[in-house]
């Protein structure tokens, strides 16, 4: 295998890596930042730090997606390069969105999309989708949901009687170190994500053996690259999270994010590719039905689960179109890279228009105005 096409495949990879950052920097700074405990800026910098410090603990992760999702002796690199198109795009879909839905499910999708183009169904192990993807994906979220609401409801009952100022103060102090253990584990988790399919691209260019562990130059650009994306700030998902799924109060931020730490490092350490989105997202719904059912905004929350319920088959369906050109050689691959390049541009784009950054990411929505005529 020719190694510019490598070069190609590890390149797209680190940038679906650095999109998986900035779409996923919400899920363990969006109630810091709208409780106040951390300001935005410096809520964004601790984030990458520890995210690159969690893609050095555990390749448990990496190893079921390079070891165990498809078939690699059914597949090449030009078969993940294209499924990984297919998860960027999606990624920055939701984000210009502003909606908060699975980075992980977007990979899984693109690649399950685009080998069954180039290998059949029988180049995809469909026991571990189901066991190690798609259930996780329905349990993982409510259970996060129902520890949290748990978790919040004894929170407040203990609180109750305690200084308001006092408990707020504490609880503030106490999201700074939720905040950051979920970064920690959001780099232990989904950093790995990167480190798996690059080593897959690697396995199928006969530059490694089958099983083999991800090297440790994989591991330091995986990490890297995450950490870089969670630095530039998705401030638009942090915007939906932190103020627009439930008004959070410090209480309800730290429960959330224990919540979410527990959930994915138990993951991680059962080598589950889990939707660190989902966890998050769902801990954030529970914590606020926690105080009151009422607090929760229903219809965002209903935007996000349709989010949820379409990434992985757009994410396919891009994979496979993806796959199906590139498959007719190099002149293939340079069309889906030019497209995706110029798609990703146009996204960008449109997102100026209309920008949120750590200026703005707190503000909320002015209410409709009133005609003075009615």
């Known amino acids: 295998m020719d190694a510019p096409l490598i070069i190609v495949v590890v390149v797209t990879a680190l940038a679906f ?31 990458a730090c520890l995210n690159v410090t969690g893609a050095f603990l555990s390749v448990e992760v990496a190893n079921t997606i390079s070891g165990g999702l498809v078939d690699e002796t059914l597949i090449n690199p030009v078969v993940i390069f294209a499924g990984l198109v297919g998860a960027i795009l999606w990624n920055l879909v939701t984000w210009f969105l502003g909606l908060p839905s699975s980075s992980s499910h977007a990979l899984f999708g693109g690649l399950i999309g685009a080998t069954w183009v180039a290998g059949g169904a029988d180049a995809i192990n469909f026991n571990t989708v189901l066991n190690k993807i798609v259930l996780p994906a329905a ?141 998050c997202t769902g801990s954030i719904f529970g914590a606020g039905a926690g105080r009151r059912l009422a607090s929760v905004h229903w219809g965002v929350a209903g935007r996000i689960v349709l989010a949820w319920t379409f990434t992985l088959p757009a994410a396919a369906v891009v994979g496979a179109a993806a796959s199906w050109l590139a498959a007719t050689g190099t002149a293939g691959v340079v069309v889906v890279a030019v497209t995706g390049i110029a798609l990703a541009s146009g996204i960008y784009v449109a997102s100026r228009r209309t920008a949120v950054t750590a200026d703005n990411v707190n503000d909320r929505p002015l209410p409709a105005a009133v005609d003075a005529n009615v």
């Open 139 to 279: 349990l993982a979220p409510v259970i996060a949901a129902l520890i949290a609401v748990t978790a919040t409801y004894l929170a407040f009952r203990v609180t109750a009687r305690a200084d308001a100022g006092t408990a707020e103060r504490g609880f503030k102090a106490a999201q700074r170190v939720s905040a950051s253990m979920v970064a920690l584990a959001h780099g232990t988790n989904d950093a790995q994500k990167t480190m798996g399919v690059i080593t897959l691209a690697l396995i199928t260019a006969g530059m490694l053996a089958p099983g083999s562990p991800p090297p440790s130059w994989v591991v330091l650009a995986a990490g890297l690259a995450i950490g870089l994306g969670t630095y530039m700030g998705g401030w638009r998902i942090i915007r939906t999270l932190g103020s627009r799924v439930s008004d959070i109060h410090t209480v309800q931020g730290f429960t959330a994010e224990t919540t979410s730490t527990a959930v994915i490092l138990a993951s991680t350490h059962l080598g589950l590719p889990l939707s660190t989105t989902q966890v």
């Open 17 to 47: 890596d650095f999109t998986n950052g900035f779409h996923d920097t919400a899920n363990a700074m969006a109630t810091s930042i709208a409780t106040g405990a951390f300001r935005p800026r410096t809520a964004v910098a601790i984030a």
